[in-house]
């Protein structure tokens, strides 16, 4: 299929889903009110096949040394898949599927999936990352930039972290947990019952983003915009938390956006 836009609608609510721009989600509009930062960098991208910062762009599998492309020096950030095109696998109305092969400078063979379900107060991303070839550690995450106003009035983002992990000069988690400060954010958050976070934009709109991973990155300080980013573990998480993707036993992972108006 083409990998042109794929446009999904429920009610009043409408999600543009551009497969060549990274598989990221391009818009979302609820009663006509776009919901998304716009440009070629925002929406919403997956973060496959790490999340956040790898430090120094290195990671460890056995004893084998990783190097990545260091896209955020020192570092490297959010993995590859934004970078590429994605296919359609199928589309309908309220429902689409992108899948995207994993290729250099990733090591691995890999297929990341993802399937978006759009219904008139909802948005759910499911990703899996799956091998038919050698074991490796991964992460998947989502990066959305949430438009920091609607109609003049300031986002509020209110969540109930158990933990927050201490961010270190070289912006990475230190390994140490703290109790949660107050922003602006750029930094990880412990919620071991799941991801639950809701901005609010006082007389506008209320959405939850959640899921079932018990981590988040929240990133407030940028001006045009807020992002809540539900991964599987922590950044530099390839080298402290490594989740495996095996033959027979692939990582998957799902957020749901969901909003009423107020």
């Not at 009610?11 to 919901?35: Q, T």
């Not at 981590?215 to 539900?230: K, L």
């Not at 692939?250 to 108006?261: D, F, K, Q, V, Y």
Request: a negative charge.
């Amino acid at each position: 299929m083409s990998n042109d836009e794929i446009t999904l609608a429920a009610g009043d609510a409408e999600v543009v889903l551009a497969p060549g721009n990274g598989g990221r989600v391009r818009s979302l509009r609820v009663g006509g009110r776009e919901l998304l930062r716009q440009g070629e960098r925002f929406g919403c991208f997956p973060m496959v096949p790490w999340c956040g910062r790898i430090r120094e762009g290195s990671f460890r599998d056995g004893g084998t040394v990783h190097r990545m492309p260091l896209n955020a020096p020192p570092h490297a950030i959010h993995g590859t898949v934004r970078d590429g095109a994605w296919r359609v696998a199928r589309a309908d109305l309220a429902e689409a599927v992108l899948t995207h092969d994993l290729v250099a400078p990733w090591p691995y063979a890999g297929r990341v999936t993802q399937l978006a379900t759009l219904t008139g107060d909802s948005l759910t991303l499911t990703m899996s990352v799956e091998t038919y070839e050698s074991s490796f550690p991964a992460q998947i995450g989502w990066h959305p930039w949430f438009n920091r106003t609607l109609d003049g009035q300031d986002v509020r983002v209110d969540f109930s972290p158990a933990w927050q992990e201490e961010r270190g000069e070289d912006h990475l988690p230190t390994g140490n947990r703290i109790d949660p400060k107050p922003g602006p954010w750029d930094d990880c958050f412990g919620m071991p019952g799941g991801v639950d976070v809701t901005l609010t934009w006082p007389e506008r709109l209320e959405l939850k983003v959640t899921s079932r991973e018990e981590w988040v990155v929240v990133y407030d300080e940028q001006q045009e915009a807020v992002c809540v980013e539900p991964q599987t573990g922590p950044p530099n998480g390839l080298n402290t938390l490594p989740r495996l993707v095996t033959p027979i036993d692939p990582l998957e992972a799902t957020t749901t956006w969901s909003w009423r108006r107020l």
